[in-house]
Nanobody, 114 residues
Framework: QVQLVESGGGLVQPGGSLRLSCTVS????????MGWYRQAPGLQRDLVAS???????NYVDSVKGRVTISRDNDKKTAYLQMNSLKPEDTAIYYC????????WGQGTQVTVSS
C-alpha cells in the first residue's frame, strides 16, 4: 500500500519561509518522479514543482527563484522549500508520486497573510 504523508504547512507572513515534507512508503522511492501541486479555493490543482529520480527539476514560472524542490532517497522524502512567500501562494499543497496512475498525499494548508 502506497502512502504519502505531508507535513510543514502553516500560517506565515508575506516574505516568510516554509519547508514542506512528503514521506512516502510502500514503493521504491528512488525510482519515481515526485511533484508538489497546489490548489487554491475555487481553482484547479496545478503543478508547482517536480523532481525526477535523476534529480532533474521543473518549476512553474510563478515560483521560480523562490521555491526549491529536493529529495532524500534514503529518507524516502521529498521537500519543498518556499521562500519570499506571497499571499497568492496561499493554497492546499499536495505531494504526488508518479507511481502507477499516480498517488496523492492528504494535503497541507499553507496560508500567507499578515
Amino acid at each position: 500500500q502506497v502512502q504519502l504523508v505531508e507535513s510543514g504547512g502553516g500560517l506565515v507572513q508575506p516574505g516568510g519561509s516554509l519547508r514542506l515534507s512528503c514521506t512516502v512508503s510502500g514503493i521504491v522511492f528512488s525510482y519515481y518522479d515526485m511533484g508538489w501541486y497546489r490548489q487554491a479555493p475555487g481553482l484547479q490543482r496545478d503543478l508547482v514543482a517536480s523532481i525526477s529520480p535523476g534529480y532533474g527539476t521543473n518549476y512553474v514560472d510563478s515560483v521560480k527563484g523562490r521555491v526549491t524542490i529536493s529529495r532524500d532517497n534514503d529518507k524516502k522524502t521529498a521537500y519543498l522549500q518556499m521562500n519570499s512567500l506571497k499571499p497568492e501562494d496561499t493554497a492546499i499543497y499536495y505531494c504526488y508520486v508518479n507511481y502507477g496512475s499516480g498517488r496523492w498525499g492528504q494535503g497541507t494548508q499553507v496560508t500567507v497573510s499578515s
